[in-house]
C-alpha cells in the first residue's frame, strides 16, 4: 500500500508541475536554507527542473538549473557545510525500488552545479542498494549501500570534486560464525565524530543492532546492542560536548515473538567506551499515567517512541511519541515522557488530538512490529521537532487532522505544537482557513515555515513565529 500511494500522490503533483520545497540541514541539525524544485520543460529524453535556493528568512540565494534523461519522482538533498548533495530517484520509495542512483554536486556560494552523476549499481550488481548518504564536513560525502548476494554494506566515499575517496565493506559474523550484512538505520555526526547503527535484516524478529564508531574515519569500536535475549532498538543518536548518546526502545525476544519492555539510554565518549547505561520500565511510568505492564495506557493503548531530544538548558532529555490502538490500528494521543539528565522520569504529559483509524487489518502479535509499520506507512501524526529559541527549549509540531490511509486528508489542513520551556509543557494549534494544499516545514530556532500550494500552482511560502 505504500509503494502504491506514495508513488501516486508524488506522480500527480509532478503531472501537475507542482514545486516541491525540502529543507537543507547543517551538520547541527538547524535549517540553513530552502531548496525548492519544479520542472519546467520535459521531451522524451531530457527533463529540465529549477532550483531555488532561499536563506531561511526566505531571501533568494540563487537559481540553477538541473538537467536529467529521466523523470524525477523524489529528491533528497545533504549538505555538508560547503557543496550540496542533490540525489535523484525515479523512484518515491528509492530505497527498495532503485534502478540508478543519480545526484548532483552544486556549490552554493559559487553557484555552480556539476553533470548529472551516476553510480549505476544496476548495472554493476542488481543487488546493489543504496540506503543512505551523510556529509564528510566541508570535504565530501559518503554513501551506504547494501548487497545481499554478497552479505556486505559498504561505506563509499568521494569528496566535493565526485573523486572516490575510499571504499569499505561492512559485514558481521553471527551467531553461527556465519557471514551477515547488516541494513543501514542511522548516523550521528560532530567534528570528527560518527557513529552509525545497523540491523541484522536477516532475521526479522531476532534480530540485533549494531553501532560502529569512527574518529576521524578511524573506526574504532563495534559494540552490539543486545544480551542474550534482550534487544535494544535505537531511535535516536546525538552527539553533544563529544558524548554520544543513544536512545531506544527496549525489548525481550520470547517463544517467537517481541515483548516491549519499555526504554534506555546509552552513554559513550567519544572513542565508544561505555560511561553509562540505563534503562525505564512500564512500572517506572505508573506514578505519572495509568499503565500495566505491558505498556498498554489506559484509553490509549501502546506508546510508538517517534524520537528523544536534549534541551540544551535544563539537560532534560524528551522523548516524544504517539499512542495507538490495535486491531485495527487507531492512532491517539500525543505522549512525552520528561527525564533528567540522568535518565530519571519527572513527568508524563498527553496532549489529545484529532484520532486517525486506519483500514490496514494489521494483526501484529506485538506493538513494536505494528508501530513500526504504522510509522512507515505515514499513519502517525508527529512531523519534527525544532528549538524553541536558540539554545533554550524544544517545540514539537504534529497533524491534528483525521487522515484517511496515512496520507490522504478528511476537512482541513491543521496541526498542533507543543513548546517545552523551564521543564513545562505547552500547547499552541494551527488552524488553516484555506482549502490548498498546506503543510509544515522545520526553520531557524522560535520559527517554522509554511508551505501552501496555491490552485494555480505557484507556492506561497512565510515564516511564522511560535507562540511561547
Known amino acids: 500500500m505504500k509503494k502504491f500511494l506514495i508513488v501516486l500522490i508524488i506522480c500527480i503533483f509532478n503531472l501537475q508541475n507542482a514545486q516541491i520545497a525540502i529543507p537543507i540541514f547543517k551538520e547541527n541539525k538547524e535549517v540553513f536554507a530552502y531548496a525548492t524544485f519544479k520542472p519546467v520543460s520535459k521531451s522524451s529524453k531530457n527533463y529540465i527542473y529549477k532550483m531555488e535556493i532561499q536563506d531561511v528568512n526566505l531571501n533568494k540565494i540563487n537559481e540553477v538549473l538541473l538537467k536529467t534523461d529521466f523523470k524525477v519522482l523524489s529528491f533528497d538533498l545533504c549538505f555538508n557545510g560547503k557543496k550540496l548533495l ?240 490495535r486491531r485495527p490500528s487507531k492512532i491517539n494521543d500525543m505522549i512525552f515522557l520528561d527525564f533528567d539528565e540522568n535518565f530519571e522520569l519527572k513527568a508524563v504529559k498527553n496532549f489529545n488530538k484529532t484520532f486517525s483509524k486506519s483500514n490496514t487489518g494489521f494483526n501484529y502479535g506485538n506493538p513494536l512490529a505494528e508501530g513500526t509499520d504504522l510509522k512507515a506507512l505515514n499513519y502517525f501524526d508527529y512531523e519534527f521537532s525544532n528549538d524553541l529559541v536558540k539554545n533554550n527549549g524544544l517545540a514539537f509540531f504534529f497533524k491534528n487532522t483525521d487522515q484517511k490511509d496515512g496520507l490522504f486528508t478528511n476537512g482541513k489542513y491543521n496541526y498542533g505544537i507543543i513548546s517545552y520551556k523551564n521543564n513545562e509543557f505547552s500547547r499552541d494549534d494551527i488552524n488553516f482557513t484555506s482549502q490548498n494544499y498546506s503543510y509544515l516545514l522545520p526553520s531557524k530556532p522560535g520559527y517554522f515555515l509554511i508551505y501552501e500550494l496555491q490552485k494555480d500552482e505557484n507556492v506561497e511560502k512565510r515564516i511564522e513565529k511560535i507562540n511561547n
Not at 543492532?209 to 544480551?227: A, D, R, V
Not at 558524548?243 to 526504554?263: A, C, K, M, R, S
Not at 500495566?292 to 501502546?302: F, K, P, Q, R, Y
Request: charged share 25%; proline share 1%; with cysteine.
Open 86 to 325: 542533490i540525489e535523484c530517484f525515479d523512484y518515491d520509495d528509492y530505497r527498495t525500488l532503485l534502478k540508478d542512483f543519480r545526484y548532483f554536486i552544486y556549490d552554493i556560494k559559487e553557484n555552480k552545479i556539476s553533470d548529472c552523476l551516476q553510480m549505476d549499481f544496476a548495472k554493476e550488481n542488481r543487488n546493489n542498494i543504496v540506503q543512505k548518504s551523510f556529509p564528510i564536513n566541508e570535504k565530501g560525502f559518503t554513501f551506504f549501500f547494501t548487497n545481499g548476494s554478497k552479505q556486505e554494506t559498504t561505506m563509499y566515499s568521494i569528496n566535493n570534486e565526485n573523486q572516490k575517496i575510499s571504499e569499505n565493506a561492512i559485514y558481521f559474523l553471527n551467531e553461527k560464525n556465519k557471514r551477515t550484512y547488516y541494513q543501514y538505520l542511522r548516523s550521528a555526526t560532530s567534528d570528527n565524530i560518527m557513529i552509525h547503527c545497523f540491523f541484522d535484516n536477516t532475521v526479522r524478529l531476532d534480530g540485533s543492532y549494531q553501532l560502529l564508531f569512527y574518529n576521524s574515519g578511524e573506526l574504532l569500536k563495534t559494540i552490539k546492542l543486545s544480551n542474550g535475549n534482550k534487544r535494544e532498538l535505537p531511535k535516536s543518536i546525538i552527539v553533544k560536548d563529544k558524548e554520544v548518546f543513544v536512545f531506544g526502545d527496549t525489548y525481550t525476544f520470547i517463544n517467537n515473538n517481541l515483548q516491549y519492555d519499555g526504554f534506555f539510554l546509552r552513554k559513550y565518549d567519544s572513542q565508544g567506551n561505555e560511561i553509562s547505561n540505563k534503562t525505564m520500565t512500564w512500572n517506572d511510568m505508573k506514578p505519572f499515567i495509568k499503565i500495566n505492564e505491558n505498556g498498554i495506557v489506559e484509553n490509549l493503548g501502546s506508546i510508538y517512541s517517534h524520537e528523544f531530544k536534549i534541551d540544551k538548558t535544563s539537560n532534560h532529555i524528551i522523548l516524544v511519541g504517539e499512542t495507538f490502538q
